[in-house]
């Protein structure tokens, strides 16, 4: 009787373990369901971030890496580039061993470009450099780079204004400068080498001349040294830019109020041999923009 007893009670002891063990199973898969990246829910989510109301084909459940591509291209084309982030993003995370894989990072990149935000541009353009050092099209993503602090400081203002970029700060230029420098010591036959020349002819002339307003800022404050100095730098760094003469007529006068006679003889021999032709308006006009900002006074 005593062994029948013990019988039972270990059996009721295997079927609430049985019991516990399969409820454990089950809980187990519940959560892989939502980790699986094929998961239906999970994947409902995921589209969930972009799917319009009215489009019905923004269903990504059943997607695959082309359907995305071209999911993510038609927004990017539309101009709806948060969509196209999205989308670019949700692939590189579904596909990320896929054979396009390096062309949706620099996708990824060239959508936050076109949306405003040039710090993610940038580091998603930085990322593709470091671990796709020997792509074939990491020269884009140096162009990219430069593209974006090229066009970084030019505002809504700037679109529809007269405005001087000299009178900015140099930094975005000057890095955009450097960044296509480079892209043209790495890659000198690149399909981006003529846009890129071409730009930095603008980003030199640009960087002279905010090299010449703060030589005209240290004269009228009648620091002499200083803007002698700072347009001398000009003639000797940045030679066939339109500052030149401008440099050289602060020199001029700079050192004459040195009371340093052979240099400012000097610079005044060179203009005369350079520039001794050029209309008034050339050499010693000052630019709209530049006026406005002198007469607002905002550097007093």
């Known amino acids: 009787m005593?062994?029948?007893?013990?019988?039972?009670?270990?059996?009721?002891?295997?079927?609430?373990?049985?019991?516990?063990?399969?409820?454990?199973?089950?809980?187990?898969?519940?959560?892989?369901?939502?980790?699986?990246?094929?998961?239906?829910?999970?994947?409902?989510?995921?589209?969930?971030?972009?799917?319009?109301?009215?489009?019905?084909?923004d269903d990504c459940v059943d997607w695959d890496a082309a359907k995305f591509s071209s999911m993510a291209k038609k927004a990017l084309d539309g101009g709806n580039y948060d969509k196209a982030i999205k989308i670019y993003e949700a692939l590189e995370a579904r596909y990320p061993f896929g054979p396009d894989s390096n062309q949706t990072q620099l996708n990824i990149a060239y959508a936050y470009f076109k949306n405003g935000d040039h710090d993610a541009a940038i580091s998603t353009a930085d990322h593709f450099i470091k671990t796709n050092p020997r792509s074939p099209h990491v020269d884009y993503a140096y162009y990219l780079k430069g593209l974006v602090n090229y066009k970084r400081d030019i505002g809504f203002i700037d679109r529809y204004l007269p405005t001087?970029?000299?009178?900015?700060?140099?930094?975005?230029?000057?890095?955009?400068?450097?960044?296509?420098?480079?892209?043209?010591?790495?890659?000198?036959?690149?399909?981006?080498?003529?846009?890129?020349?071409?730009?930095?002819?603008?980003?030199?002339?640009?960087?002279?001349?905010?090299?010449?307003?703060v030589a005209r800022y240290y004269m009228k404050r009648k620091a002499y040294v200083a803007a002698a100095n700072r347009a001398t730098g000009v003639v000797e760094k940045y030679q066939r830019t339109p500052a030149i003469p401008y440099a050289l007529k602060i020199m001029q006068e700079a050192y004459t109020k040195l009371d340093m006679t052979e240099l400012a003889k000097d610079a005044e021999r060179i203009y005369q041999e350079n520039f001794a032709n050029a209309p008034p308006e050339d050499v010693d006009n000052t630019t709209p923009a530049q006026k406005v900002w002198d007469f607002i006074g905002l550097e007093q």
């Open 2 to 57: 005593l062994q029948r007893v013990v019988s039972t009670m270990r059996l009721i002891l295997i079927k609430t373990l049985f019991i516990f063990s399969l409820s454990l199973l089950l809980e187990g898969c519940e959560t892989l369901k939502h980790v699986l990246p094929g998961d239906s829910d999970s994947t409902k989510n995921e589209c969930s971030q972009w799917k319009d109301a009215d489009n019905q084909d």
């Open 164 to 213: 001087d970029g000299s009178q900015r700060d140099p930094g975005s230029a000057n890095e955009a400068y450097n960044i296509f420098s480079e892209l043209l010591r790495r890659f000198p036959n690149s399909k981006y080498a003529p846009d890129v020349k071409h730009r930095m002819i603008g980003l030199k002339n640009k960087l002279a001349m905010h090299e010449v307003n």
